[in-house]
């Protein structure tokens, strides 16, 4: 089974500051597929970002990037004037496409935005 | 709007009772996916399907059955033979074979045991 690994439980990050969410992952396929949750708290899971391991271009959604180093096996997340309504759980997940279409989940970060 | 409804919202369990979580999907995915969520805890794989009538075991199907007799329904069910099922479950779907199968999820049930 693949690995992710997020290493940091909890942060937390002023309101209008900048954050990286890291996130690290093991395998030996050379395609895949990398993705960022949110889960705040009502629970419902909330796709951030996503990344294909074959595009060397670092995925950007509004203020939500990736720094994607596929030979470090890392994948952190950056989220640009933080905002309250960005405090949640944040996931990194690993999809290998040769394995059918099975997610595997890191343990989360717990991201608190303070005003 | 199309997207993945989950019911009940909370559920109660008594020992020995098999009880059956509500998945429902209309967005035309042919994957769905069942995961349990506990504290600490990333989401763990219980059971998927890529299509009607066939499903696979993810990492901990012990204790837990499926069916996906349609498309849009993949119902899961927690038997009495799975010990400790107070957990937060969630079902996602994902769209056909090629390309980035991005998983969709639903707002989850909670599941208690009485």
């Known amino acids: 089974a693949q690995t992710v690994t997020q290493s940091q439980p909890e942060m937390s990050v002023q309101e209008a500051e900048t954050v990286t969410l890291s996130c690290t992952y093991d395998?030996?396929?050379?395609?895949?597929?990398l993705f960022w949750y949110k889960q705040p708290p009502s629970r419902q899971m909330i796709l951030v970002i996503r990344?294909?391991?074959?595009?060397?271009q670092n995925a950007t959604e509004n203020r939500f990037s990736v720094n994607f180093q596929k030979a470090a096996k890392s994948f952190s997340l950056k989220i640009s004037d933080s905002q309250l309504g960005d405090t949640a759980m944040y996931f990194c997940?690993?999809?290998?496409?040769?394995?059918?279409?099975?997610?595997?989940f890191g343990t989360g970060t717990s991201l608190t935005v303070i005003p | 709007d199309g997207g993945i409804t989950q019911s009940p919202k909370y559920l109660f369990r008594k020992e020995g009772q098999n009880v059956t979580l509500s998945c429902e999907q209309n967005?035309?995915?042919?994957?769905m996916y069942w995961y349990r969520q506990d504290p600490g805890q990333g989401l763990r794989l219980i059971y998927y399907?890529?299509?009607?009538?066939?499903?696979q075991k993810g990492d901990i199907a012990e204790g837990y059955s499926v069916s996906r007799e349609k498309k849009e329904s993949f119902p899961l069910t927690v038997t009495s033979a799975q010990k400790n099922p107070t957990a937060f479950y969630l079902c996602?779907?994902?769209?056909?074979?090629?390309?980035?199968?991005?998983?969709?999820f639903g707002p989850g049930t909670r599941l208690l045991v009485l």
């Open positions: 997940a690993f999809m290998n496409p040769n394995t059918g279409n099975q997610f595997y």
């Open positions: 399907s890529q299509i009607v009538n066939d499903f």
């Open positions: 990344q294909e391991a074959y595009k060397q």
């Open positions: 996602a779907s994902s769209r056909g074979w090629t390309g980035v199968r991005t998983q969709y």
């Open positions: 967005l035309n995915h042919d994957a």
């Open positions: 395998t030996s396929e050379n395609n895949y597929y």
